[in-house]
């Protein structure tokens, strides 16, 4: 079993939709969790950094962590075209070093 | 534009060649990363250097070897690569203190292995 788990997708909605994008993890001793943006031919961009369970709000963007249920989201508002890319979600394993992803997954905003 | 910068952003060599990546950060950071990313894939981490020091080498083969001359730079000097070594490399970086601090990328070297 992957220590975290993401649907690859492709995931296509109409722009203006809510987008939600989902993660399980398998380890109950992960705390901090984080979603990356990665646009075609560029690095990972830092989108949203958690600790714990509860939500977090950064403008269209929420991120969820439900430690009962080792399952984090990020919910996406008034979705548009420019947020087309592939969401990783991510969290520390092996000590505070150790990034481990989700295989990511690809959303396309359509008009 | 990131504020991890990575040179050069694309690069064709041969099996035979030697060649540098370069990665440079001014955000006083003190954790530095190489990854890898294959097409469609999550990136894989290589090598994570703590303070100036190597910390983390993830089993990497030893045609790849890193360098972090100092606090601000880290290089990855390639040699006698194979062609599944063509891949996306991104460098990043992160606070040391405390633990767990989220890492900020750059947008990577595009590799290509002829």
């Known amino acids: 079993q992957k220590e975290v788990e993401q649907d690859p997708g492709p995931l296509s909605v109409p722009e203006g939709a809510i987008v939600s994008l989902n993660c399980t993890y398998s380890?109950?001793?992960?705390?901090?969790f984080m979603w990356y943006r990665q646009y075609s031919r560029k690095g990972p961009e830092l989108l949203m950094y958690?600790?714990?369970?509860g939500n977090k709000e950064d403008g269209r963007f929420t991120a969820q962590v439900d430690k009962s249920s080792k399952y984090i989201s990020l919910f996406i508002r008034d979705s548009q075209p420019s947020d087309s890319a592939t969401y990783l979600c991510?969290?520390?394993?092996?000590?505070?070093?150790?990034?481990?992803f989700g295989t990511g997954t690809q959303l396309k905003v359509e008009l | 534009d990131t504020e991890v910068t990575q040179t050069p952003k694309h690069l064709v060599m041969g099996m035979t060649n030697k060649k540098s990546l370069k990665c440079e950060q001014h955000?006083?950071?003190?954790?530095m990363y190489w990854y890898k990313q294959k097409a469609k894939k999550p990136p894989e981490l290589m090598f994570v250097?703590?303070?100036?020091?190597?910390?983390i080498n993830e089993s990497v083969p030893s045609r790849f070897s890193p360098e972090c001359p100092n606090s601000s730079l880290l290089n990855l000097h390639l040699h006698a690569l194979q062609p599944e070594d063509s891949a996306l490399y991104l460098c990043?970086?992160?606070?040391?203190?405390?633990?767990?601090?989220?890492?900020?990328f750059g947008d990577g070297t595009r590799l290509s292995i002829l």
């Open positions: 990043a970086s992160s606070q040391e203190r405390p633990g767990n601090q989220p890492q900020h």
């Open positions: 380890n109950s001793a992960f705390q901090y």
């Open positions: 958690t600790y714990s369970s």
């Open positions: 991510a969290t520390f394993s092996g000590g505070g070093n150790k990034l481990t």
């Open positions: 955000m006083g950071h003190r954790a």
């Open positions: 250097y703590s303070y100036e020091k190597l910390s």
